[in-house]
């Protein structure tokens, strides 16, 4: 029997703010324990918030990035339970007036374009962080509390469940994070926590109008993570229903890496069980329109968009401009190196898609370290271009950039490297090459042709590396011709 999977994120962003959502404590990653904290953010008797503007008007920004519907009117709630880090025992929230509604996101599934939609976004603060010790979070001895976190905003950005597969949830997750990263309100590092995902799923019969329970998987901390979580977790809901035993009750369950499996929390409470109602302390937020289309108008262009001009404007296949712009370093980096360079930009990819993402990928760096500038990009292709120095050089000449960030131009100068260009010079290594090789070329001209590879080879080398190989090729071709003839 056919099973249908059905996922929807919850996906949650710390905004980049200096200070937190309602105090002026700092947002800093890292600092010693316990310093970044004052009585609103402590939650102690007395102490009034005061909202963060900044921390709306990133909300705001998200939410035109995401086609959302922004309210003209917002407020905070207060999401009412009792857990250590969360020191006021309220966490506020938007619970009945989101800052976004109505949004999607527009992702490439399997060769399609489908809008996901983003039925809201709202903005609400991040509690404080336990450290478990012992065994993990399930069965920890015991736990230490940090409140340097406490408070900082936090936009959650939820999905429809409209993604049926683990890969399409993990596609939507890069290509959120990117669209993010465009927009410049989130650090974005999954790994510090700063971009973080909880994953609804459920498993239907195909066809069955009905959704099934859902499970809400928490603690994937990577891309790579929510993928194998939601693997896991489908394979073990298929298998119930195969059993005839479905789930009955929503639950909760941690992804656990060690293990490679997702186990059971706690069963879900219901939204009604928070006691959700408007805090008295902050007023309502009112978004005038000129607000929005002040920040409408201050939009970078969006991947998306930015993808299809890379089709149309500069001629690229659909798989470099996706690539290229699914990084905005990347695309920046694209753009001005093509601005610099008088060839196609066709070129200036496969460079960049090429040898340069070969590189980073080995020393494990990210786009924005790369000692290459778009100008010593477009540089190597002018000397190639020219003639310069042929194909295999240019890699080099390259590798040395990546390295040590000199200009192209100065290392083929300092080298030596500049390609022989001259019939004479080559005529003469050719003809002292087919002297000292009689076999391959007795093997070529009785019609081996592959033994001129082989000539080739001796001649570059004769050269070090440095010769124009069309040429090598051609006069190669020429000198056997003439000998056969003969
Ligand atoms: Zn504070």
Same mark, same amino acid.
């Given at each position: 029997?056919?099973?249908?999977?059905?996922?929807?994120?919850?996906?949650?962003?710390?905004?980049?703010?200096?200070?937190?959502?309602?105090?002026?404590?700092?947002?800093?990653?890292?600092?010693?324990?316990?310093?970044?904290?004052?009585?609103?953010?402590?939650?102690?008797?007395?102490?009034?918030?005061?909202?963060?503007?900044?921390?709306?008007?990133?909300?705001?920004?998200?939410?035109?990035?995401?086609?959302?519907?922004?309210?003209?009117?917002?407020?905070?709630?207060?999401?009412?339970?009792?857990?250590?880090?969360?020191?006021?025992?309220?966490?506020?929230?938007?619970?009945?007036?989101?800052?976004?509604?109505?949004?999607?996101?527009?992702?490439?599934?399997?060769?399609?374009?489908?809008?996901?939609?983003?039925?809201?976004?709202?903005?609400?603060?991040?509690?404080?962080?336990?450290?478990?010790?012992?065994?993990?979070?399930?069965?920890?001895?015991?736990?230490?509390?940090?409140?340097?976190?406490?408070?900082?905003?936090?936009?959650?950005?939820?999905?429809?469940?409209?993604?049926?597969?683990?890969?399409?949830?993990?596609?939507?997750?890069?290509?959120?994070?990117?669209?993010?990263e465009y927009i410049d309100v989130s650090d974005c590092k999954m790994?510090?926590?700063?971009?973080?995902?909880?994953?609804?799923?459920?498993?239907?019969?195909?066809?069955?109008?009905?959704?099934?329970?859902?499970?809400?998987?928490?603690?994937?901390?990577?891309?790579?993570?929510?993928?194998?979580?939601?693997?896991?977790?489908?394979?073990?809901?298929?298998?119930?229903?195969?059993?005839?035993?479905?789930?009955?009750?929503?639950?909760?369950?941690?992804?656990?890496?060690?293990?490679?499996?997702?186990?059971?929390?706690?069963?879900?409470?219901?939204?009604?069980?928070?006691?959700?109602?408007?805090d008295p302390d902050l007023l309502p937020i009112e978004i005038a329109?000129?607000?929005?289309?002040?920040?409408?108008?201050?939009?970078?262009? #969006?991947?998306?968009? &930015?993808?299809?001009?890379?089709?149309? /404007?500069?001629?690229?296949? +659909? =798989? %470099? *401009? $996706?690539? #290229?712009?699914?990084? &905005?370093?990347?695309?920046?980096?694209? /753009?001005?190196?093509?601005? +610099? =360079? %008088? *060839? $196609?930009?066709?070129?200036?990819?496969?460079?960049?898609?090429?040898?340069?993402?070969?590189?980073?990928?080995?020393?494990?760096? $990210?786009?924005?370290?790369?000692?290459?500038?778009?100008?010593?990009?477009?540089?190597?292709?002018?000397?190639?271009?020219?003639?310069?120095?042929?194909?295999?050089?240019?890699?080099?000449?390259?590798?040395?950039?990546?390295?040590?960030?000199?200009?192209?131009?100065?290392?083929?100068?300092e080298k030596d490297l500049e390609q022989v260009s001259d019939p004479?010079?080559?005529?003469?290594?050719?003809?002292?090459?087919?002297?000292?090789?009689?076999?391959?070329?007795?093997?070529?001209?009785?019609?081996?042709?592959?033994?001129?590879?082989?000539?080739?080879?001796?001649?570059?080398?004769?050269?070090?590396?440095?010769?124009?190989?069309?040429?090598?090729?051609?006069?190669?071709?020429?000198?056997?011709?003439?000998?056969?003839?003969?």
């Open positions: 029997m056919a099973y249908e999977i059905v996922i929807g994120l919850e996906v949650h962003v710390e905004l980049k703010t200096e200070s937190k959502l309602c105090c002026g404590c700092s947002t800093k990653f890292n600092a010693e324990v316990n310093t970044l904290v004052c009585p609103v953010c402590l939650g102690l008797p007395g102490a009034l918030p005061v909202l963060n503007k900044k921390a709306v008007e990133l909300s705001i920004i998200t939410g035109l990035a995401l086609n959302c519907e922004i309210a003209e009117h917002c407020q905070f709630d207060r999401k009412q339970y009792f857990y250590p880090d969360l020191p006021k025992g309220y966490q506020l929230t938007q619970f009945y007036h989101p800052i976004g509604r109505e949004g999607w996101l527009e992702v490439n599934l399997a060769g399609k374009n489908r809008k996901i939609g983003i039925p809201r976004i709202h903005l609400e603060e991040e509690a404080g962080r336990s450290y478990h010790a012992g065994k993990g979070i399930i069965d920890a001895e015991y736990s230490l509390l940090d409140y340097n976190r406490s408070s900082i905003p936090l936009l959650e950005i939820v999905t429809a469940p409209e993604l049926h597969s683990p890969q399409e949830a993990k596609k939507f997750m890069e290509c959120l994070k990117t669209t993010l790994a510090e926590g700063s971009l973080r995902c909880d994953a609804n799923i459920s498993v239907r019969h195909r066809g069955d109008l009905q959704l099934g329970k859902r499970v809400e998987i928490k603690n994937m901390n990577s891309f790579r993570a929510l993928e194998a979580a939601l693997e896991d977790e489908a394979k073990r809901q298929v298998s119930l229903l195969q059993q005839g035993t479905p789930l009955q009750r929503e639950e909760s369950r941690a992804w656990v890496e060690e293990k490679g499996r997702t186990l059971f929390m706690r069963f879900k409470e219901e939204p009604h069980e928070y006691r959700y109602f408007p329109d000129h607000w929005i289309q002040d920040l409408r108008s201050q939009l970078p262009e #969006l991947p998306q968009i &930015k993808r299809q001009r890379y089709l149309r /404007e500069y001629e690229l296949p +659909a =798989y %470099d *401009g $996706e690539l #290229l712009s699914s990084s &905005k370093q990347m695309a920046d980096f694209f /753009e001005l190196a093509v601005q +610099a =360079y %008088d *060839g $196609e930009p066709k070129k200036v990819s496969n460079w960049i898609l090429g040898e340069l993402a070969r590189l980073i990928n080995l020393e494990k760096i $990210e786009f924005g370290q790369v000692k290459v500038t778009p100008g010593a990009l477009a540089q190597l292709l002018t000397l190639l271009d020219q003639k310069v120095i042929n194909g295999k050089i240019a890699k080099m000449v390259f590798e040395e950039t990546f390295y040590t960030g000199k200009k192209p131009e100065a290392i083929v100068a004479k010079v080559i005529k003469e290594i050719v003809a002292r090459t087919i002297a000292a090789h009689p076999l391959p070329v007795r093997d070529y001209l009785r019609g081996k042709k592959k033994a001129l590879g082989f000539l080739v080879g001796q001649v570059m080398a004769e050269t070090k590396g440095k010769a124009n190989p069309e040429m090598v090729r051609d006069l190669l071709d020429e000198e056997l011709s003439f000998l056969s003839r003969s």
